[in-house]
């Protein structure tokens, strides 16, 4: 049985594509399975944002649909971006400006007091509504400056905190032993397989 990865951002399909294939999940983008779609993400928890994506997708395509809303709480700023990271600066902002954003507003902030943590949650809804959700989280801390030529978002500036590294500067197979989404999708897989309807 196939999925389909409810997802518009091209790094996070090739990310949740490469974390579910070994354990034996087939996934494809929405674009693939005929879908455009542009929800509007209105839940007020990382749960909540992606149960309204994965239902959008799953009913569109008549497929099991997974999705995932995951952000940056920066525990300096009362856990700010959170369910807001994507538009922390602004609608058509880059990944570059919200992160001078980010960095500007820690300006201040000592390297002790800069405690942050990626969270995920992921959401898998069958065509029969039934749902399946899970949540991951990395902690680290947020560096002065970006480093590493890898990753997206906020990776470049997200220490992670055993590793000690930006998660831009770990390779795929590190960062997914480590990040909130390889976190999430592995306990997705935990929970389908345990699911009633045993679809995996």
Same mark, same amino acid.
Request: one cysteine or more; aromatic letters at 8%; charged letters at 20%.
């Given at each position: 049985?196939?999925?389909?990865?409810? =997802?518009?951002?091209?790094?996070?399909?090739?990310?949740? =594509?490469?974390?579910?294939?070994?354990? #034996?999940?087939?996934?494809?983008?929405?674009?693939?399975?005929? !879908?455009?779609?542009?929800?509007e993400e209105t839940g007020k928890t990382f749960e909540e944002n992606a149960l309204i994506k994965a239902l959008a997708v799953s009913k569109a395509s008549g497929m099991p649909a997974v999705a995932d809303d995951s952000g940056l709480e920066v525990d300096a700023l009362g856990g700010a971006p959170g369910i807001y990271s994507a538009r922390y600066a602004g609608v058509g902002a880059t990944n570059?400006?919200?992160?001078?954003?980010?960095?500007?507003?820690?300006?201040?902030?000592?390297?002790?007091?800069?405690?942050?943590?990626? !969270? /995920?949650?992921? +959401? /898998? !809804?069958?065509?029969?509504?039934? #749902?399946? +959700?899970?949540?991951?989280? /990395?902690?680290?801390?947020?560096?002065?400056?970006?480093?590493?030529?890898?990753?997206?978002?906020?990776?470049?500036?997200?220490?992670?905190?055993?590793?000690?590294? =930006?998660?831009?500067?770990?390779?795929d197979k590190q960062k997914d032993a480590v990040s909130h989404r390889g976190k999430a999708l592995r306990e997705l897989v935990f929970k389908l397989r345990e699911f009633k309807y045993n679809y995996i």
């Open positions: 049985m196939k999925f389909v990865i409810a =997802s518009n951002n091209k790094h996070k399909v090739e990310e949740i =594509s490469r974390v579910l294939q070994p354990l #034996s999940i087939e996934t494809i983008a929405a674009k693939q399975a005929g !879908v455009q779609f542009d929800v570059a400006n919200r992160i001078d954003k980010l960095l500007h507003e820690l300006e201040t902030i000592p390297q002790g007091m800069r405690t942050a943590r990626f !969270v /995920c949650a992921v +959401c /898998c !809804v069958f065509p029969d509504g039934s #749902s399946v +959700c899970a949540r991951g989280e /990395c902690e680290g801390y947020i560096g002065f400056a970006p480093d590493g030529e890898g990753g997206f978002g906020y990776d470049p500036v997200f220490i992670e905190k055993t590793i000690g590294l =930006s998660f831009a500067s770990l390779s």
